[in-house]
C-alpha cells in the first residue's frame, strides 16, 4: 500500500465482535492458518458470548480488518492473549497496536495484573509489536509449535496503567469461569503468519 492510499483510507473503529462477523471472521483465519488449526465458527460463537473471553474487532467500513482475543480464567489474575491478526491489505496502520491496547484495557477492568502471551520465536512482527508494545519475555517453551518451532512467553503488567480500573469499580466480576479450549496449537500457511496460542 503507498503512502498516499493509506492517507485516504478511512480509520478502522475498534467494537466487540458480534455474531455477524463470524464468518468473516473465519475467513481471516483461513487467510493465515492451515485448516486444521483455525478458530472455527462454532469456536468463536462461543468466545463472542463467552464471559471469559473478549474478542473485539477493527471495523473498516463495514469489513473486518483485524481481530484480537483475550481469554480469562477463574482464580487467576492473569489475561491471556489468544489471538490476535490483521488483514495483510490492512497491515502496517497500526490496527495491530490499537487491538492490543483494547484487550489490555478489557483486562484491566476485570481487574486482571498483567497480559500474557505465547509468541512462535520465527515471527519478527508479532515479536517486534509486543516488544514494542512493553511485553517482557520471561521464559520459552520448547517446540510448541507443531513440535518444531519454539514459544517466546511475554508478559506486560498492567497495574502501572493511568486508565486502570478496579473490577468492583466497573461492577464486572474479575475473570472468572473455565475456559473450554482444547489449547492446541494451529499450524501457519506461510513463515510471514503470526499467531500465539495460550
Ligand atoms: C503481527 C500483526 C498482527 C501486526 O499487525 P499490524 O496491524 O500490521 O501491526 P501494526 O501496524 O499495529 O504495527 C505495530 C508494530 O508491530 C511491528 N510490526 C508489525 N508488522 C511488522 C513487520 N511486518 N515487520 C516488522 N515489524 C512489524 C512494528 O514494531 C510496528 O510498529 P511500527 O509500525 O511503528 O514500526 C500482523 O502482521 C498479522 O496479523 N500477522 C498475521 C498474519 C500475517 O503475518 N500475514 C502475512 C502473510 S500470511
Do not use: W
Not at 467494537?15 to 463470524?22: A, I, Q, W
Not at 508479532?126 to 510448541?144: C, D, M, N, V
Not at 468492583?168 to 503468519?193: K, N, V, Y
Amino acid at each position: 500500500m503507498s503512502a498516499s492510499s493509506a492517507q485516504t483510507l478511512p480509520q478502522a473503529s475498534l467494537r466487540r465482535g458480534r455474531l455477524s462477523d463470524l464468518e468473516a471472521l473465519v475467513a481471516l483465519e483461513r487467510d493465515f492458518f492451515s485448516s486444521d488449526h483455525i478458530i472455527s465458527q462454532r469456536s468463536f460463537r462461543r468466545f463472542i458470548s463467552s464471559p471469559t473471553s473478549t474478542l473485539i474487532v477493527a471495523d473498516m467500513g463495514g469489513k473486518v480488518a483485524g481481530s484480537a482475543l483475550v481469554l480469562y480464567r477463574r482464580g487467576s489474575n492473569l489475561a491471556r492473549l489468544y489471538s490476535i491478526a490483521v488483514a495483510a491489505e490492512f497491515q502496517r496502520r497500526g490496527l495491530a497496536r490499537r487491538l492490543l491496547a483494547a484487550v489490555e484495557d478489557d483486562a484491566v477492568r476485570r481487574g486482571c495484573r498483567a497480559m500474557r502471551l505465547e509468541v512462535r520465536e520465527d515471527d519478527p512482527a508479532a515479536i517486534a509489536l509486543y516488544e514494542t508494545s512493553g511485553y517482557q519475555p520471561f521464559g520459552k517453551r520448547a517446540l510448541y509449535y507443531d513440535g518444531k518451532v519454539d514459544a517466546l512467553r511475554f508478559e506486560k503488567s498492567l497495574a502501572a496503567q493511568p486508565q486502570r480500573r478496579s473490577a468492583a469499580a466497573t461492577g464486572r466480576p474479575a475473570a472468572g469461569g473455565r475456559i473450554g479450549f482444547d489449547g492446541g496449537h494451529r499450524a501457519r500457511r506461510s513463515r510471514q503468519a503470526s499467531r500465539f496460542r495460550l
